[in-house]
């Protein structure tokens, strides 16, 4: 018998979680820790623009800026004017998806490298409100002060638990996107990329559809910024510009297109990379961006493809072998 799709995915993000939860006892020292944290964090906003960019078909170049606003959304709310973490949280992700449902509008009308620049220039717009909003963002100084995560009591004051806040954060992230790209609505969004004649002959919403992906992969990445946060107790504006967004991008090409879980390898491993990097000092970019165009020249798929075909040439072998 089938099992349900549902039933499918959450066993796949439960696995996922209980690898995620094994890996500190893995782990050598806490420093390497909070590099899982980081990396899970970018792979919550890997995910979701993965939606947008590997499912939907459109580009983002300001992906990034979501992220900030969560962040200074958060850091404003709970400092400023005092108010629970919980509440900050919650104005963090509602101000970037608010902001996203109002660029998505006039944006998401343009394609290819016009939805690219319009994107671009939203994040730069962006940007420089962060560094020049000085008396409420801190500008390039930063915003200091912002409480460590406080749930229900109970407040995430090591990596160890905030890591552990992670995982089943990623893990939920994984599930929605799983459940959702099997759903009705995944479909449909993997209809428009192929073709949006097409689609809107088939009776499918396409400026709802593209506007929902939009909206949510920048709520995503608005509780990405949140999470971000409330883990440094430190933000800046350089957390939050145009290179970062071209690293989202990366991560989600790296990782393989149209592949929930080729983002969340892509973003663990850009994040890890320079890291592995530090002991090349001087060469360390060259060698960063021999590694990205290794890649993309025999895994033009990502991570994710290259792992199925050597799957699959595995199993090969073994039937072979067995014949």
């Known amino acids: 018998m089938k099992r349900p799709v549902i039933g499918q995915s959450v066993v796949q993000a439960g696995l996922f979680l209980l690898l995620l939860l094994a890996v500190p006892a893995a782990l050598p020292n806490e420093y390497y820790l909070s590099i899982c944290i980081l990396g899970s964090l970018n792979a919550v906003i890997a995910v979701g623009l993965n939606l947008l960019m590997g499912y939907a078909g459109q580009v983002s170049l300001g992906h990034a800026a979501f992220y900030g606003l969560g962040a200074y959304a958060t850091a404003i709310a709970t400092t400023r004017f005092g108010l629970p973490i919980p509440v900050g949280m919650a104005a963090g992700v509602t101000l970037a998806a608010a902001v996203a449902w109002i660029v998505a509008a006039p944006t998401l009308r343009l394609k290819g490298n016009y939805l690219a620049m319009a ?155 320079p890291e592995a990097l530090r002991e090349f000092e001087d060469i360390d970019i060259l060698v960063y961006g021999a590694i990205l165009v290794l890649t993309i020249m025999f895994l033009p798929d990502g991570l994710a493809g290259g792992l199925k075909r050597l799957g699959r040439k595995l199993r090969r072998v073994g039937v072979d072998h067995a014949g």
Do not use: C
């Open 119 to 273: 994107t671009l220039g939203f994040g730069i717009i962006i940007s420089i409100v962060f560094n020049e909003a000085v008396d409420l963002t801190g500008g390039p100084s930063g915003y200091v002060g912002i409480p460590r995560l406080a749930l229900f009591g109970y407040t995430f004051e090591s990596d160890r638990s905030y890591y552990t806040l992670m995982a089943v954060v990623l893990a939920l992230v994984v599930l929605v996107a799983l459940h959702l790209m099997k759903s009705r609505t995944g479909r449909a969004l993997r209809a428009l990329h192929v073709s949006e004649k097409a689609a809107s002959s088939l009776g499918i919403d396409i400026a709802a559809h593209k506007r929902f992906v939009f909206v949510l992969s920048a709520a995503l990445a608005g509780l990405a910024g949140v999470l971000y946060a409330h883990y440094l107790s430190f933000i800046a504006p350089a957390s939050f510009g145009f290179s970062f967004s071209v690293q989202l991008v990366v991560m989600v090409v790296l990782g393989g297109m149209a592949s929930v879980w080729g983002s969340v390898a892509g973003a663990f491993f850009l994040t890890a990379l």
